[in-house]
């Protein structure tokens, strides 16, 4: 291994092929260098939709959750309420979404995609797979598959 500290008069040392063995070993790197292939495209195909990472999230729960209150999306996504708040007032006032009275609780709401939401969403979530479907495009079905149930392992 070599020295921690070396001496101001020590041959400066050149590069040539940069060692990333150690790296390649550590589940965190692999899962990043994975998630940036496909987290650098993301803002670019969604900006036709003018939505972020947090923004196609909460939007695709709703989608596939009608009315499904703001708490459940707190504790799904992990995002704080007052965080929540100001992106579902945004949504809201762009016309994607709209409350309506949860037929349990007097007291919750529930989220709903207005028609223009549900139009905006099916091209984007259409607009997603295509994304992942290119960004995994050399691992098999069964690959993939596979991938996604390991990943799920270690953080459900």
Request: charged share 20%.
């Amino acid at each position: 291994m070599p020295p921690l500290f070396v001496s101001p008069d020590a041959t400066p040392c050149a590069v040539d092929t940069v060692d990333t063995r150690y790296l390649e070993t550590l589940m965190g790197y692999n899962a990043r260098r994975a998630a940036l292939s496909i987290i650098e495209l993301f803002p670019v195909r969604m900006a036709p939709y003018d939505l972020r990472p947090v923004d196609f999230s909460i939007l695709s729960l709703i989608t596939h959750n009608p009315g499904i209150t703001s708490r459940q999306l707190s504790t799904v996504l992990k995002i704080q309420p007052p965080n929540l708040v100001a992106k579902i007032s945004g949504f809201e006032k762009r016309g994607l979404i709209q409350r309506q009275p949860h037929p349990q609780d007097g007291r919750a709401v529930g989220l709903h995609l207005t028609d223009e939401g549900a139009q905006t969403m099916a091209m984007a979530e259409q607009t997603a797979s295509a994304l992942e479907n290119e960004a995994t495009s050399r691992l098999s079905a069964a690959e993939k598959k596979t991938l996604i149930r390991l990943l799920q392992k270690i953080y459900l």
